[in-house]
Every structure is written in C-alpha cells, then in structure tokens.
Nanobody
Framework: QVQLVESGGGLVQPGGSLRLSCAAAGPIFLAYAMGWYRQAPGYQRELVAT???????NYADSVKGRFTISRDNAKNTVNLQMNSLKPEDTAVYYC??????????????WGRGTQVTVSS
C-alpha cells in the first residue's frame, strides 16, 4: 500500500521560513503530479503548489514568490520551501501524489498532514 509521510511542520514567527518534505513509499510504478494542499480551520482544503514529473509547476496566487516546490523523481519525494511566512499561511499541510502502483489503478494518495503555525 502506498504511504505518503510528511515532515517539517512547526511553529514559526511571521517572516520566517519552513521546509516541508514528503516521501512516497510502497509499490510505486510511477508518480505523476505531486504537491501540497492546505486546510485552515473553517476553510476548505486548497491547493498550495503542485509539480509534474516534467517540472511544470502550479502555485496558488497567495503563495507565488514566497513558496517553492521541488521534487526528486527517483526518490518519489516532494518538498515545499516556504519563505516570508504570514499568519494566514497557518494550516494543516497535506502532501498529495497521483500514483500508478504495480497493483492498483492510478489514483490520488494523501499524507496525514503536518501543522504549520505562523504566529508571534
């Protein structure tokens, strides 16, 4: 079974930086798009940033110029470098990957989430 494991969340002051990492493990044949979503209390889950295998990226307007997504196709990992963090970035961040396994049809997988809190 495919599992996505996130790390790197925590508490940071406004203007600070954090780096989130996500590793996909299991019977993975190919990982297509990988990325990050977030959900703040009382809000729906929203896209933060995604990246295709070929390196095409898509960012939410609210994070453009501050966040950078990267991935390692060989290791099935995806990272999110978050700079100039704002209180409104506070949320649970979820790793997402569209994966073809050796046994199951292609589908979306989610991590458990990691809390990011931006506060002074």
């Amino acid at each position: 079974q495919v599992q996505l494991v996130e790390s790197g969340g925590g508490l940071v002051q406004p203007g600070g930086s954090l780096r989130l990492s996500c590793a996909a493990a299991g019977p993975i044949f190919l990982a297509y798009a990988m990325g990050w979503y977030r959900q703040a209390p009382g809000y729906q889950r929203e896209l933060v940033a995604t990246m295709t295998r070929d390196g095409w990226t898509n960012y939410a307007d609210s994070v453009k110029g501050r966040f950078t997504i990267s991935r390692d196709n060989a290791k099935n990992t995806v990272n999110l470098q978050m700079n100039s963090l704002k209180p409104e970035d506070t949320a649970v961040y979820y790793c997402n990957a569209n994966i073809q396994t050796w046994r199951e049809p292609r589908g979306d997988y989610w991590g458990r989430g990691t809390q990011v809190t931006v506060s002074s």
